[in-house]
């Protein structure tokens, strides 16, 4: 099946048209969507802060990042799902959207980078590197998710 | 002044119509108000899940709860700068949406229960503060937390359909 006999289908099949018709399916699928990038962003943003050293400093390093990974494992996929969903109902206004292609770009990245060299630099323990890698670390991290919200927001503003 | 005229006059300030007519300036301080919502709420519910016993359960809740306050402070202070600008730029529209007055509400629900807890179970925290679970009221008010913050999301989120 071809992309764009699967984006007929989407517009076709009766379950996504229930959503895309309905008044408050979207939004409220996207208040998911928000809540997860709370969580997703505020733990990450709290391991951050300890890998640079300027917050959580009484916690290890290691701790902080065993103790969030759950949360923002969870609150992605919640992500993951509820993006899914904003994305079937209207699959060509979004692929044809600069903005999303970037945020899936962005995304990504994030998240290889975010099971990779992130996760090893966070939960090494002792910490293997110090303060100027750590803070270079840390300055990807942020950037890679925060240009995901960024992208994302964007699309709504800008073709 | 009633307050309506008042956000009439509000929102044709050159400071509100400049963030309403600007391509960029708008969507720059929503998108800010959105993400930071990870500095506030997002800490706030961390807080709130090692209440619950959930998260950082081996760690003193005073331990963890010093070292968020401040960060969650920094973050609300950035969601109430660039929502008083939100506000300003579109007074009128957001005074007479209903999920706007909704959302309001639940902040203050969520500041009166944040307040109880200060006043009721704070005190007393030593003598639970390393327990896994806390004690069945802090819980509920930890629930709550989440429920308010949870809706003030959806709301605000929501407010976009009626404006």
């Known amino acids: 099946?071809?992309?764009?006999?699967?984006?007929?289908?989407?517009y076709q099949s009766p379950a996504l048209g229930v959503i895309r018709d309905s008044t408050y399916a979207i939004p409220i699928i996207q208040s998911f969507h928000l809540v997860g990038?709370?969580?997703?962003?505020?733990?990450?943003?709290?391991?951050?802060?300890?890998?640079?050293?300027?917050?959580m400093r009484q916690l290890p390093l290691s701790e902080v990042a065993r103790q969030v990974w759950p949360w923002t494992f969870g609150a992605l996929l919640l992500n993951i799902l509820s993006g899914v969903l904003v994305f079937l109902p209207?699959?060509?206004?979004?692929?044809?959207?600069?903005?999303?292609?970037?945020?899936?770009?962005?995304?990504?990245?994030?998240?290889?980078?975010?099971?990779?060299?992130?996760?090893?630099?966070?939960?090494?323990?002792?910490?293997?590197?110090?303060?100027?890698r750590n803070a270079v670390v840390a300055f990807f991290s942020l950037t890679l998710w925060f240009s995901v919200g960024w992208a994302g927001r964007a699309i709504a503003f800008f073709k | 002044?009633?307050?309506?005229?008042?956000?009439?006059?509000?929102?044709?300030?050159?400071?509100?119509?400049?963030?309403?007519?600007?391509?960029?300036?708008?969507?720059?301080?929503?998108?800010?108000?959105?993400?930071?919502?990870?500095?506030?709420?997002?800490?706030?519910?961390?807080?709130?899940?090692?209440?619950l016993g959930i998260a950082f359960a081996n760690e003193p809740v005073s331990k963890i709860m010093k070292q968020i306050m401040p960060w969650s402070l920094v973050g609300f202070t950035l969601m109430f700068g660039t929502g008083i600008l939100l506000f300003m730029s579109q007074a009128e529209k957001a005074f007479g949406n209903t999920f706007f007055r909704i959302k309001?509400?639940?902040?203050?629900?969520?500041?009166?229960?944040?307040?109880?807890?200060?006043?009721?179970?704070?005190?007393?925290?030593?003598?639970?503060d390393v327990a896994v679970k806390s004690p069945a009221g802090v819980r509920i008010c930890a629930v709550l937390s989440l429920v308010f913050w949870i809706g003030v999301i959806a709301c605000g989120r929501t407010m976009a359909y009626e404006i």
């Open chain 2, 104 to 128: 309001f509400l639940l902040l203050l629900l969520a500041g009166l229960n944040a307040l109880y807890y200060q006043m009721r179970f704070y005190p007393k925290m030593r003598e639970w």
């Open chain 1, 1 to 10: 099946m071809s992309l764009e006999s699967f984006f007929q289908w989407c």
């Open chain 1, 90 to 132: 209207d699959p060509t206004r979004y692929a044809n959207s600069g903005p999303f292609q970037l945020k899936m770009a962005l995304l990504l990245m994030a998240i290889l980078y975010h099971f990779t060299i992130f996760r090893k630099v966070t939960r090494a323990e002792p910490p293997t590197v110090g303060p100027l």
């Open chain 1, 37 to 55: 990038l709370t969580i997703l962003l505020g733990t990450t943003v709290m391991l951050n802060l300890r890998l640079l050293g300027i917050g």
């Open chain 2, 1 to 51: 002044m009633p307050f309506l005229t008042w956000c009439q006059w509000l929102q044709n300030t050159p400071l509100s119509t400049g963030i309403r007519q600007s391509d960029l300036l708008f969507p720059l301080i929503e998108g800010s108000h959105i993400l930071a919502l990870s500095l506030s709420v997002g800490l706030i519910m961390i807080l709130d899940l090692r209440f």
